[in-house]
């Protein structure tokens, strides 16, 4: 059988297979039928691709409103004329990230191109080797969205691996210090983190000593997100059969190694799909850093709604951030799924 008579048959026996498939899908085409024609008139057919606001009408989109404010939507108020600086970081982020999802590329070169990479953001970001420094109030856009979500994914993911460690420590204090440290985060609403970061931190900083707010909120962010992700890998640590320790005290190996070179790759392979999950909702929770003041892909599309030029435009400028973070999410779940089956396939060689 080739591979498309195995689709079709895949199809027809999910679509068809059993008399509640056949009642689920004669429902869902009929729901379709009721939204897609009316979706399609007013996307397309009495659509405004051109012109100015007062050549749109509220009968069809403006796609005329996307393209004159789709630059804002992607930088926010950074500077226009330094807006390669941006559209360079978004760029660096994701040459970065789609380096570290080759597995061939996982080596000691990678890890010191991460910190590399993301001091180039930062500098650029900054405006550095300008004449006049870009504060991060000016930041947001798509580059803030990516750089908060890489970065501090990045960094909470060892400071999560050594939380985990701790939590199944047989050391007492260090197993107490985890699990309150994990359950008082995961008992915090990232909101409050957000506050605590914007007035909590720089009160508690000596005289004279103030970092920005984006770093201040990255580092809360950073260590909030580490809470959830080691539960995530402590269960996978708990997957793993106490056999596979035993075997490498038997082999004399060292309890550091013992986790960097047999625990901690297994319990990695079988989190995979709980990881990616997390990043994904890590991906959309960076919407939060509006209430600090953060401008980023979602409250830049909003505030560009709010133009008097081009007011009430928000169905659109919704439409193209939905698009932006079904992109990403979308590819991430693909790529987990590849990477299962290919660390599955070496498994089994």
Known sequence: MTAAARTFATLRTGLFGTRTNTLITAATLLLLSQILPPLFRWAVLDATFTGNAEACTRAGACWAFVTAKLRFILFAFYPPDLQWRPALVILLLAAILTASALPRLWGRPLLFAWPLTILTCWLLMQGAFTSTPIPSNQ?????????????????????AVLLALARRSTL??????????????RGTPMVGILYVAMLILPMALPDGLSFDKMLRA???????????????????????????????????????????????????RFVIPALVNLAIGFLLATSLLAVIGIFDLLNAARASAADPKWLGFYNEAYIVVAAVYFAICFGASRYSRWLERRLAAGRRL
């Open 139 to 159: 930041w947001g856009g798509l580059p803030v969205t990516l750089f908060v979500w890489a970065v501090c994914f990045a960094a909470a993911t060892p400071i």
């Open 172 to 185: 007492g204090g260090l197993r107490t210090f985890s699990v309150l440290y994990i359950e008082l985060m």
């Open 218 to 268: 990255m580092l809360m962010v950073t260590l909030f997100w580490a809470a959830y992700i080691a539960e995530v890998i402590r269960a996978g640590l708990q997957a793993l059969p106490s056999g596979q320790t035993e075997a490498a005290t038997a082999l004399g190996l060292g309890y550091w190694r013992t986790q960097h070179l047999i625990i901690l790759p297994q319990a990695f």
